[in-house]
């Protein structure tokens, strides 16, 4: 049965992202959900986030063919449930990744909860530094252990462990037990490009971003999420990292599609000099970086646009781009943990809980590549900001529950959205896309991280 988007969430993200919204009402739903009916209405910020970025490529697909209207899009809710939880379904030569690492989680401490990540080593080695836990490993390389982490959390308060492990280069968030300030969902700036908006060519039908090149600056989740979505409808995606920060090489085959991977140094002339010949024929930059992180390299959107005109330039980072903490590292399940949400998510004895995704990171990335789209439908020369800290003052504040379909639907089950194919990691099991338009499913799959060449194709 196929159910009628009403405006509701669709309208309101579409909205944010400067369409009109009759437009969005094109959207409609099709299956079960699969989320769950926790306190949160997190089946509607996932197919919504799913439903304008179907619409977003519609439109562009649309405005580059030369037609008028937008066509209507069916998303499929088994399609956007099993792509949300998509670093859970990912098997590497059959073997499951390790999502969050044994350091990373809830821990009591004397007057309330605080939530670690440590999965990134650099992250790990700081958290276990500053609370003097056990340097054990055969390799000298910090070692700790959760009974350790447990007892030197519990004698401290939450906000406590938290300044001094941010302040020693790790992460940990006093859980909040109220939501967290408002912050706006994306914030757009446009600027023309000469005296009229950029032409875009014709591309082929179904493949919006076909002939655009996409500067990838961004790791972890939702940027990644947000670029290999790009890459799926047609776009040139170019990934690159910096030689001194690692990436798991699971997350990499789980975000690693659509886009190719290298690295440079932009603290060294000759990296720099050919990350420079690369962003002078980009159509699109994309970054995931905390705000003023490339600014000093002179990389801020302001001098990005006035560097090349008609470029969109799309921005993400945790916190939001103002108030004290816009400055601070950040992942999605801290941000939960210090917007509120945990605390919303709590068991009966109080120990905080989790949303059923990771739906603030996935969310915003759907968002993003719809940011992006609109960007270009609309001429080119604009900066977009998104948060994941905007998309969960969205969730906790303005979402409301929508229709559900009636009962008797059948109950999400992820395996008609699964897929096998071979990588330069060996044979994936791996969620498809769940974008309503354009093609079903990458024509590339991940290459190793940070091993293509740093060139356009």
Do not use: K, M, W
């Given at each position: 049965m196929v159910i009628k988007g009403r405006g509701g969430a669709a309208e309101q993200a579409w909205v944010a992202l400067g369409g009109v919204p009759e437009v969005a009402r094109r959207v409609r739903y099709r299956?079960?959900?699969?989320?769950g009916d926790g306190p949160l209405p997190v089946r509607e910020l996932a197919r919504a986030a799913v439903g304008v970025c179907s619409l977003a490529a519609a439109e562009l697909d649309a405005v580059r063919a030369g037609r008028d209207e937008v066509p209507e899009v069916v998303v499929d809710e088994g399609a956007v449930a099993t792509a949300f939880v998509s670093e859970r379904h990912l098997r590497v030569d059959g073997r499951a990744p390790v999502v969050f690492a044994p350091l990373s989680g809830f821990w009591r401490a004397a007057d309330g909860w605080v939530r670690t990540h440590a999965n990134y080593p650099h992250h790990r080695a700081a958290l276990v530094r500053v609370l003097g836990l056990t340097d054990g490993s055969p390799d000298g390389s910090p070692e700790g252990s959760s009974d350790e982490l447990a007892a030197a959390v519990a004698g401290r308060k939450a906000a406590e462990v938290q300044e001094a492990v941010y302040a020693g280069g790790g992460l940990a968030v006093a859980v909040a037990g109220r939501y967290g300030a408002p912050q706006p969902l994306v914030e757009r700036v446009s600027r023309m490009w000469g005296d009229?908006?950029?032409?875009?060519?014709?591309?082929?039908?179904?493949?919006p971003m076909a002939g655009l090149r996409v500067l990838?600056?961004?790791?972890?989740?939702?940027?990644?999420?947000?670029?290999?979505?790009?890459?799926?409808?047609?776009?040139?995606?170019?990934?690159?990292?910096?030689?001194?920060l690692p990436e798991a090489d699971d997350a990499h085959a789980d975000t690693g599609f659509g886009k190719r991977s290298a690295r440079l140094d932009l603290a060294d002339p000759a990296d720099r000099a050919v990350f420079d010949r690369l962003l002078d024929e980009a159509d699109v930059v994309v970054t995931g970086y905390r705000p003023g992180t490339l600014d000093r390299y002179g990389l801020g959107a302001e001098e990005l646009l006035d560097r090349r005109p008609g470029l969109v330039v799309a921005q993400l980072c945790a916190w939001g781009w103002s108030g004290e903490w816009a400055g601070r590292r950040g992942f999605d399940s801290l941000v939960q943990a210090g917007y509120g949400i945990s605390a919303a998510y709590a068991a009966p004895d109080g120990t905080p809980g989790v949303l059923?995704?990771?739906?603030?990171?996935?969310?915003?990335?759907?968002?993003?590549?719809a940011g992006v789209m609109r960007a270009l439908s609309a001429g080119g020369g604009r900066s977009l900001r998104f948060s994941l800290a905007g998309t969960a003052s969205w969730l906790v504040r303005d979402l409301v529950r929508e229709d559900t379909p009636p009962a008797g639907e059948e109950a999400h089950a992820p395996d008609p959205w699964l897929r096998e194919a071979d990588s330069a990691?060996?044979?994936?099991?791996?969620?498809?896309?769940?974008?309503a338009f354009g093609p079903g499913d990458w024509s590339r799959t991940p290459s190793r991280w940070g091993t293509d060449a740093p060139v356009w194709l």
């Open positions: 299956g079960a959900g699969g989320f009229r908006p950029r032409a875009l060519p014709q591309a082929p039908e179904g493949l990838d600056l961004t790791r972890v989740i939702a940027g990644p999420v947000a670029t290999r979505t790009l890459g799926l409808l047609g776009a040139d995606v170019l990934r690159i990292d910096s030689p001194r059923p995704a990771q739906a603030l990171d996935h969310g915003t990335g759907y968002l993003v590549a990691y060996g044979r994936l099991r791996y969620a498809a896309p769940p974008v």
